[in-house]
């Protein structure tokens, strides 16, 4: 079945590491996105990418990077410049006008 | 740039009662979609029904219904009938078509449903 494929689900980072959190479709989606949800809060978008190797920054780029060097993947590294990387991390992608988004199931991310 | 407004943090229904959720949003396109999802404790996000900001005819799915005014920038939702099911956060979502296909989301409400 086609669907959005995050990893892993559970993640523990250390102070002052690097992680990065994977996204892959099968989809066949142009365009693919990167969120953060903290409790019980809405979700604040970081990247997104319309087309391989074409990504923007969202509202909270900071302390994150991407890279789109393949259309079905769009990996997000959480790198120790976050000041407070400790969320829930949401994928998802989309192929255009008039069709429906779609999202993974989501990365929690603690700093330990 | 896009915002994305809900207003009521937490509201609250009867079971088998109507309520409604409301959205703003500010932008300067005419291209666009907006949509209503719904995140349950599990997280996963659940398309819950879309409009086309081209179509004057509001969005209706079973018991899901919305309000659309474009000239005010509004799009509630109304849940009828409402059922324990339907407990979850939900968040009003804005995507244009001109500026990157960039999606935005409003900071969720969420719904109690009371037996």
């Known amino acids: 079945d086609g669907g959005i494929t995050q990893s892993p689900k559970y993640l523990f980072r250390k102070e002052g590491q690097n992680v990065t959190l994977s996204c892959e479709q099968n989809?066949?989606?142009?365009?693919m996105y990167w969120y953060r949800q903290d409790p019980g809060q809405g979700l604040r978008l970081i990247y997104y990418?319309?087309?391989?190797?074409?990504?923007q920054k969202g509202d909270i780029a900071e302390g994150y990077s991407v890279s789109r060097e393949k259309k079905e993947s769009f990996p997000l590294t959480v790198t120790s410049a976050q000041k407070n990387p400790t969320a829930f991390y949401l994928c998802?992608?989309?192929?255009?006008?008039?069709?429906?988004?779609?999202f993974g199931e989501g990365s929690w991310l603690t700093v330990v | 740039a896009q915002t994305v407004t809900q207003s009521q943090p937490e509201m609250s229904v009867q079971e088998a009662e109507t309520v409604t959720l409301s959205c703003t949003y500010d932008t300067s396109e005419s291209d666009y979609y907006l949509f209503w999802y719904k995140q349950p404790p599990s997280r996963q996000m659940i398309l819950v029904i879309r409009q086309e900001a081209y179509k004057q005819q509001n969005a209706t799915e079973n018991r899901f219904s919305v309000n659309f005014q474009k000239a005010a920038k509004s799009f509630s939702l109304k849940i009828s009938d409402s059922q324990l099911g339907d407990a979850a956060m939900y968040f009003c979502a804005y995507r244009s078509e001109t500026s990157g296909s960039r999606l935005t989301f409003g900071e969720g409400t969420q719904l109690t449903v009371n037996p």
């Open positions: 989809l066949n989606h142009d365009a």
């Open positions: 998802a992608s989309y192929r255009g006008p008039g069709n429906t988004i779609y």
């Open positions: 990418s319309q087309i391989v190797n074409d990504f």
